[in-house]
Every structure is written in structure tokens, then in C-alpha cells.
């Protein structure tokens, strides 16, 4: 064949090939063959979490807005900025924590019924091969009454040896939450992405918690101190079901950011609407952010330098004077909603409770964080030093002298432990750039 014969041969199949194309391309096509977008695609609206407040993108001073007393050079100022969120208006309660506890509870109940009584599970999921997790009915009453029920369920009470009076009361340590999370750091640093193409199941991991409170703190924390009373009362009792909980460590409150993101989504899912952002603790510039209520250089949630209003009282729950404890109107822990709130509509953004954040402690995180929205994290391991299981706690609580309450103090506990002084509150992403936006 000729070299005009074959350049005639080429252009022939060559037309053919586009002709093909482009009725390939054009076929379905509803927008006359501009680029349009998926349509038909559902409308959403950013609802206002219940129980939160929102929080409007923007900068600000983060760092010390007065004297380092302690000359610990833990945070220096910094200009930081973050995007729009929502945040619990108050911590956590003790009948808030109490309803994760329960559906802990009733999911462990309701796996051990299949056993025996099959409306309890509609079938197993095989996520996990090895580990298969069964679509509990949660449609299916649980009478802890009835007696029937009562023996099948017998391995979560206490033991005969271990019940006071004779009571049948639930072993609580046997609440445990399993969940998964991605280890998005791990998945993202540049010699992983590899094995992430091949198999992010890797990545995937997976937490098994014991998520009861530890009503114990109340005495271990403090040497020859009489807190039997509300060791006894404090996480149960109707009395103090507006009070911040206590006793929970870190692990246990992510735990149960978890388990409130899965509840809510697992609702919209049901209603055919489109997931929400994750629940989670806030960084530490998120939190001292909406502290700041959008007083920028004020040491207090409440504005100025000072800690009693112009009548001359406290305006938080903490360690007023040389130890008056109740020169404030407290002695230990107060409702969540005392005191008036910040500009935002926080309540006891400092005292009565201080409160975990999500980023590990290091003393010099301020020197090397973004001031994008600034976050050191670390997953630590059940071997590391432990230097490195500190997390960031932030407010002060009602045991802690003043300094503690200013925004910019930031202070650490480990992540196993668990305190009758620190309790948590959740924060969710907003989607979007910022709430009022407004089209012009």
C-alpha cells in the first residue's frame, strides 16, 4: 500500500472514530449538550443543630491576653482563622451523657434477646468478616420487668456476690461502645498513599470503649475530702440531670460524639436526606474562639479584665478569694446553663467544668500549627511515653483559681484519665462558607 493510500485509510478511521464519539457522548444527554451538572439532585438546608449555637467564620488573637504568671510559655499570641461552626450552648449533661449510656445499654440487651428471641435482630450485617454486627430492631419493646426478659439477661446484671442489699442492678462494665473511625493523618501522609489505593481498609479502625462515667472521681481526686454523697448520686439522680457530667475521659467523650453523629445521621438516612458533618470535640482554637464570644482581646467570656460584674459578684463558678468556694454561689459543680451567657449565647465557657478539646498538648504547638484553622492531633498508642497521651483542657473548672478561667489559659489531662472536674461539649462543621452570606 501506497503512503497516500494509507494517509487516506487513516483519516477515514479516524472519522468514523469521532463520529462514534460523539454519538456516544450525546446519548441521555438533557441540557442540549452543554455541561449542566448532575441534575436532579435534592436541595439541602443547613439545619441548626438542636441544642447549639452558631458560631460565624472569622480571626482573631489567639494566645494570652495577660500576664504568663506561671512564665510556662505554653501558647504565645497568634492570629488565627477559622470557618463557620456550631457549638453546644452548654457541656454535656448528665441526662444528655445518661441517653448514650442507655442506648449502650439497651443495643447490648437487645443483641443478647436475638439470642433467643428473633424481633430483636432483623438480620447481620457483614461489615467486618470477623467480626459480622447484627441490625438490631430497635421497633422491638425491651421490658426489664418482665421476667423472662430478666433471665435472658442475666449476664448484665452484677453477680449475686457483688449486689448491696440484694439489689439486681446492672453491671456498668459492661457498657462498652464499639465504633470505627478513619485515620485521616495516617491515610494522608505521602508513603501511605499507596497502600490507601490498593486497601483504605487500613485505615479503618476500630474502638471498643467502656463508656460509663467514673462517679468514683469524686473521691480519688481529692485526698481526705468527704464527696461520698455525690459519688453516690451525682451521675443518676433527677437532681442533677442539668449538671454538667463528670468523671468521663477523653476517649469516652469522642466516644460519644461518635454514637450522637450516628444517631442523627442514622435518622436522616431514614427520612432519604443527606448526611450531616461529623459530631467531635473542638479544637483548641475552636474552642477559645467561641469562648471569646467575639471579644477579641478580652481575657474573660464576658468582657474585661475582671471578674465580678458592678455589683460586686462572681460571673463564674470557680476558686474565688483565698478558697471561698461559695462566695460565687457554688460549692462544687452548678447547672450547665448558670451564669450569663457570652455574646455567642455560651454558657460556662469558664468554670463550673473545664473541658476537653481534640488536640494532643505540646508545649510548643503554637509555633508550628497553621493559623488556617490550626489543629495538632495524635493518636496515642497504648505504649507511648505518657507525654504523649496529654490532651488540651480549656476553661478552668470550680476548683481552679481564676487564671485558669481566662480564654488563653490552655492546660492539659491525660487521655485515660478521667477527672470529676472536666466534662466536654460538641462542636459540627458548618457547610458552607458562612451563614450569612447573602447573594448579591
Known amino acids: 500500500m501506497t503512503n497516500a493510500l494509507k494517509r487516506g485509510a487513516f483519516v477515514k478511521t479516524s472519522a468514523l472514530v469521532l463520529t462514534a464519539s460523539a454519538l456516544l457522548s450525546s446519548c441521555g444527554n438533557d441540557g442540549n449538550g452543554y455541561l449542566t451538572g448532575v441534575e436532579g439532585r435534592q436541595n439541602w438546608f443547613q439545619e441548626d443543630p438542636y441544642g447549639m449555637v452558631y458560631i460565624p467564620m472569622g480571626s482573631f488573637n489567639m494566645g494570652p491576653s495577660d500576664q504568663d504568671i506561671t512564665y510556662g510559655v505554653t501558647s504565645q499570641s497568634k492570629t488565627v482563622s477559622l470557618p463557620a461552626y456550631y457549638m453546644d450552648q452548654t457541656e454535656i449533661t448528665n441526662n444528655e451523657y445518661r441517653q448514650f449510656v442507655n442506648w449502650v445499654r439497651d443495643s447490648i440487651a437487645r443483641r443478647m434477646l436475638g439470642e433467643e428471641f428473633e424481633d430483636f435482630i432483623i438480620e447481620t450485617n457483614e461489615f467486618d468478616e470477623d467480626y459480622p454486627v447484627p441490625i438490631l430492631n430497635w421497633d422491638e419493646r425491651l421490658r426489664y420487668d418482665d421476667e423472662e426478659f430478666r433471665e435472658a439477661l442475666d449476664p448484665m446484671y452484677l453477680p449475686e456476690n457483688e449486689r ?3 439489689r439486681k442492678e446492672f453491671d456498668t462494665r459492661k457498657f462498652l461502645y464499639e465504633y470505627w473511625w478513619i485515620d485521616y493523618q495516617a491515610a494522608a501522609r505521602r508513603g501511605n498513599r499507596a497502600q490507601g489505593l490498593k486497601d483504605r481498609s487500613v485505615f479503618i479502625k476500630r474502638e471498643t470503649i467502656p463508656i460509663y462515667p467514673d462517679t468514683l472521681a469524686w473521691i480519688h481526686d481529692f485526698t481526705y475530702s468527704y464527696n461520698e454523697p455525690l459519688t453516690n448520686m451525682y451521675f443518676w439522680h433527677p437532681g442533677y440531670d ?7 475521659n477523653w476517649k469516652q467523650a469522642r466516644s460519644f460524639c461518635v454514637w450522637r453523629t450516628n444517631l442523627r445521621n442514622g435518622y436522616l438516612f431514614t427520612e432519604g436526606s443527606s448526611y450531616e458533618q461529623n ?9 477559645e474562639y467561641a469562648a471569646r464570644g467575639g471579644l477579641d482581646l478580652s481575657p474573660y467570656p464576658w468582657g474585661g479584665p475582671y471578674i465580678r460584674n458592678s455589683v460586686g459578684c462572681f460571673l463564674a463558678n470557680f476558686k474565688p478569694l483565698r478558697g471561698n ?6 460549692l462544687t459543680t452548678l447547672r450547665a446553663d448558670s451564669y450569663n451567657p457570652n455574646q455567642y449565647g455560651l454558657y460556662c465557657m469558664s468554670g463550673n467544668v473545664a473541658e476537653w478539646t481534640s488536640n494532643a498538648f505540646d508545649e510548643s504547638a503554637y509555633n508550628f500549627s497553621h493559623d488556617n484553622s490550626p489543629d495538632y492531633s495524635y493518636e496515642a498508642k497504648a505504649d507511648d ?9 480549656r476553661g478552668g473548672s470550680w476548683k481552679d483559681v481564676s487564671y485558669y478561667l481566662q480564654t488563653g489559659t490552655r492546660t ?3 487521655q485515660d484519665t478521667a477527672k470529676c472536674y472536666i466534662g466536654f461539649r460538641c462542636v459540627i462543621s458548618y457547610i458552607g462558607r458562612d451563614k450569612n452570606d447573602v447573594a448579591e
Open 164 to 166: 448491696f442489699y440484694g
Open 242 to 248: 442539668d449538671y454538667p457530667v463528670v468523671g468521663v
Open 279 to 287: 459530631y467531635r470535640l473542638p479544637t483548641e482554637s475552636e474552642w
Open 325 to 330: 468556694y461559695i462566695d460565687d454561689g457554688g
Open 385 to 393: 511515653p505518657i507525654a504523649l497521651k496529654r490532651k488540651v483542657i
Open 412 to 414: 492539659y489531662e491525660y
